[in-house]
């Protein structure tokens, strides 16, 4: 029974990692934009949550609400800032770390420093046996499921996916059949952005939200994708199972500096021993 | 030799500078001084050698960390030495910048942008790590460090004031502009070029791509570690903080607002970034970090060069001269 | 149909294209021919807007396409098979074709019928992963991908490049008659001289990004002087 807790404990904090890095994935298999800023957009999501509740506002509202926001925000960002700097992966972490910095001091500047609490909407626990566990992170689990797989859908079976892999691969070619590349790079972003808004607003009530939040998942989930590996869509899964299991599994049975330092060498070392990944496959770009 | 006259005419004006400003001011160019010569060590690493490193601060810290516990007594009082300690940093932050960089740059190497990435992740682990680790202070981190103690062999000259620190860190800090500056254009700086723009090439001619990544990356550190070293004696102060997340970021942004292709460049781009924030945080409080934001992001994608070193270099060009 | 009007195009300050000037007549297959390096695949690329045009003018049936985003030009009406394909390796040949259908006009899916019935051995393995083919195939399936777009003009880069002779007939030969059942305009870069007897009406030659001449293919079989001087053959 000892183990059950923190499996659960492991597989919610997955879920919502692999959602965050979907979204990097997304943005960076198609544009080669490494977005800083991308923590910092599921922060805001958080926050969302935060005026909704202090607004007396329900629940459901905040979690429409926050993707819709932080997606317009991506949609901001992507016409002023990343469409100038398409392609140059490098670049792209610098304005877009600069991006992160402001963003942060934004909410700083709006809601203080300090850390927010979020309601849980549900105080209801789910009871069998000896197991309870609460009501709320199952539904988020459940939600983090839907959204993951209907992710997955969009890019695996819609035109919309055919015509986002078929930039992804072969940009050039795609635009000479027609494909209108910068559309597809500027929804691509939203979507990605919206992603991380929606993560960060279900997550809301069960962290602390502060405007420092969004670090401590940005970092975990770049390294899933370097440790996943393989295309932009299964090895997120993989690797954000591997980095986020062994993160909250070693955070319980030693100590969350350790559980860290653990996942950082366990990072490197798949890095170091199968440059591209656990899954293998095409390098990246 | 004359183009290596705005480094020397920069330094020249930085002599001089305590003799017409007063005391607060030099022990603020005291700070300057050192950031600058952290500016060096990063502009030498990504903008010669080609490795965006967004953990710079891991080897300062480092530096800090291992000069405070020497000249501190924490291993041994016969190592409460200021030179002791100040080489101890610099090797030991060489030293683990070798272990991670055979680590980095093996075999076909982490791509660029990943491994940037990966130096972020060290920091913050490290700086986790350095928090939690009592022995070194924890969280509060080690006070009372000494400060330079220039003499040995049982003489004694601690320099507790600015004005002769001051020159004690000018010294130091323009014998290695100085070094690095003829260094990167030497044959190694060629080597370093080729390494920046097309390694593979450099490969089939016979040279090592690990061992030129390596050496810079190591090179970097060491210069990185002085001046971590060098800090703690004039902040007496060594904390998680120096070797975080947050220095790492502070860092990247004076090189890169400066310029990160001209050694100069950076290292007034540290000096001019620190006096506009302690001057502008003052008028502009906390929306100052908000525009130091805005700048870095415009720099980046207006003038990816730097602010600085872009009219330098057009100077250069005009004057005929190589600046670095 | 298609003019050019002394265009100058290159990569970054190098110029490849200077003054470059020709028109292709409506319903004419043409080719290109000039060794390496004389700035044929750039011309194409210009056209296509995948480089920029520094000056000069690109007019389709007189409206200007140069500096257009490569999307719209080919909405315009320019098909583009590229030199070494470019197929979607991991999408299967219908997915290929559906792409070519979603960039141009969704109602072009209904041209999929005629696209199989010209080349049959792609409606066999419409659902067989484009990089599974051989040379010859992918060829194929990246000259029907650009003819789902229903192209008024149709630029091919090197098509026989890399593929076994006996298919660089069919190929020529197949073109030959789709561009007679749909009157298309077709530019075709070649270096292989079979292909372009196969298909060719009118050839041109150019050397250091210049067109230097240009004869009809009665004239080059009667005289093939202007081949050996600027093909080095």
């Known amino acids: 029974m000892d183990i059950i807790i923190p499996l659960f404990d492991a597989m919610s904090y997955v879920l919502i990692l692999v959602l965050i890095a979907l979204g990097l994935m997304i943005v960076f298999g198609m544009m080669g934009v490494i977005n800083m800023a991308h923590g910092e957009l599921f922060m805001i999501g958080a926050y969302v949550m935060v005026l909704i509740q202090s607004a007396g506002l329900p629940f459901v509202f905040g979690l429409v609400l926050a993707p819709i926001v932080v997606g317009f925000l991506g949609l901001i960002i992507e016409t002023l800032l990343i469409r100038h700097i398409y392609l140059r992966p490098l670049d792209t972490i610098l304005a877009t770390w600069g991006l992160s910095i402001a963003l942060k001091q934004g909410i700083v500047l709006v809601f203080g420093p300090e850390a927010q609490s979020v309601t849980s909407p549900l105080d209801a626990t789910l009871v069998l046996g000896d197991f309870s566990y609460p009501m709320y992170r199952l539904i988020v689990m459940g939600i983090s499921i839907a959204l993951i797989a209907g992710t997955f859908w969009l890019f695996l079976k819609t035109d919309f996916g055919l015509m986002a892999r078929a930039v992804i691969a072969r940009p050039d070619t795609s635009a000479g059949l027609g494909i209108n590349t910068r559309k597809l790079y500027r929804w691509s972003f939203v979507v990605g952005t919206a992603l991380a808004g929606l993560a960060g607003a279900l997550i809301a009530p069960t962290i602390s939200v502060d405007p420092q939040m969004g670090l401590g998942y940005l970092i975990p989930g770049f390294l899933s994708i370097l440790v996943g590996g393989a295309g932009p869509l299964a090895g997120v899964l993989v690797g954000g199972g591997a980095v986020g299991g062994t993160n909250s599994l070693l955070t319980v049975w030693i100590s969350p500096v350790a559980a860290q330092i653990a996942v950082f060498i366990l990072a490197i070392l798949v890095i170091r021993l199968r440059p591209n ?3 293998g496959g095409k390098n990246e770009k | ?5 705005p480094l020397i005419l920069t330094f020249a004006i930085l002599a001089v500078l305590p003799l017409m400003v007063g005391d607060y001011w030099v022990s603020q160019f005291n700070y300057y001084l050192v950031y600058g010569l952290f500016a060096l060590s990063l502009s030498l690493v990504w903008g010669y050698g080609g490795i965006l ?6 080897f300062f810290g480092i530096g800090a960390y291992v000069m405070a516990v020497t000249t501190k007594g924490m291993i041994s009082p016969i190592l409460m030495n200021s030179y002791i300690g100040l080489l101890s940093a610099v090797i030991i932050s060489a030293a683990f910048a070798a272990l991670l960089g055979s680590f980095l740059f093996a075999g076909k190497g982490i791509n660029g942008a990943y491994l940037a990435i990966v130096t972020l992740a060290i920091a913050i682990v490290l700086e986790r790590l350095m928090s939690n680790w009592y022995a070194l202070g924890g969280y509060n981190g080690l006070l009372d460090i000494p400060p330079l103690n220039l003499g040995a062999f049982g003489y004694s000259f601690e320099l507790w004031d600015s004005l002769p620190t001051f020159y004690a860190l000018w010294t130091i800090v323009f014998s290695v502009a ?20 097309n390694p593979d090439r450099l490969a089939y001619f016979g040279f090592s791509i690990l061992k030129l990544k390596l050496s810079v990356f190591c090179l970097s550190a060491a210069v990185a570690g002085l001046a971590g070293a060098l800090f703690v004696t004039i902040d007496g102060f060594a904390s998680p903080t120096l070797i975080g997340f947050t220095l790492s970021t502070e860092v990247l942004i004076w090189v890169a607002i400066g310029g990160k292709e001209i050694l100069l460049a950076a290292f007034l781009g540290a000096i001019a970034t620190r006096i506009a924030e302690s001057w502008l945080s003052e008028i502009f409080g906390d929306y100052w970090i ?13 003038l990816p060069k730097g602010l600085i070193a872009t009219p330098l270099s057009n100077l250069s060009k005009k004057l005929g001269l190589k600046i670095d | 149909m298609l003019e050019i009007q002394q265009l100058k195009a290159g990569y970054g300050e190098a110029m490849v294209l200077n ?11 043409t080719a290109l021919m000039g060794r390496n390096g004389m700035g044929k695949t750039t011309l194409l690329k210009a056209i296509m807007g995948l480089i920029p045009v520094k000056s000069g003018q690109i007019l389709l049936k007189g409206s200007p396409l140069e500096n257009l985003p490569t999307y719209l030009i080919s909405k315009s009406g320019i098909g583009y098979v590229p030199q070494g394909r470019e197929v979607f390796d991991d999408f299967s040949v219908y997915e290929n074709l559906r792409l070519a259908a979603l960039g141009s006009s969704i109602k072009n899916l209904s041209l999929l019928p005629q696209i199989y019935d010209w080349f049959p051995i792609l409606h066999e393995r419409r659902n067989q992963k484009a990089g599974t083919f051989s040379g010859g195939q992918q060829q194929i399936l990246a000259m029907a991908r650009a003819l789902m777009t229903r192209p008024e003009v149709l630029l091919l880069d090197e098509p026989t490049e890399g593929i076994q002779p006996n298919i660089v007939h069919e190929i020529g030969l197949k073109l030959s008659q789709i561009a007679e059942e749909t009157e298309l305009t077709i530019l075709l870069v070649e270096q292989n001289v079979h292909m372009v007897k196969t298909m060719a009406e009118e050839i041109l030659f150019m050397e250091n990004g210049r067109l230097m001449a240009s004869c009809s293919m009665a004239e080059l079989n009667q005289d093939d002087a202007l081949l050996h001087r600027y093909l080095t053959i």
């Open chain 1, 277 to 279: 990944g656990i899954l």
């Open chain 2, 1 to 5: 030799m004359k183009n290596k006259l």
């Open chain 2, 53 to 58: 490193c967004l953990g710079q601060a891991i």
């Open chain 2, 178 to 197: 100085l070094s690095l500056s003829y260094l990167v254009r030497s044959d190694y700086g060629v080597l370093l070029t080729a390494i920046k723009t």
């Open chain 2, 290 to 302: 908000l525009i130091l934001g805005i700048t870095f992001m415009a720099s980046v994608v207006l």
């Open chain 3, 19 to 29: 003054d470059f000037t020709f028109t292709l007549p409506k319903g004419q297959i």
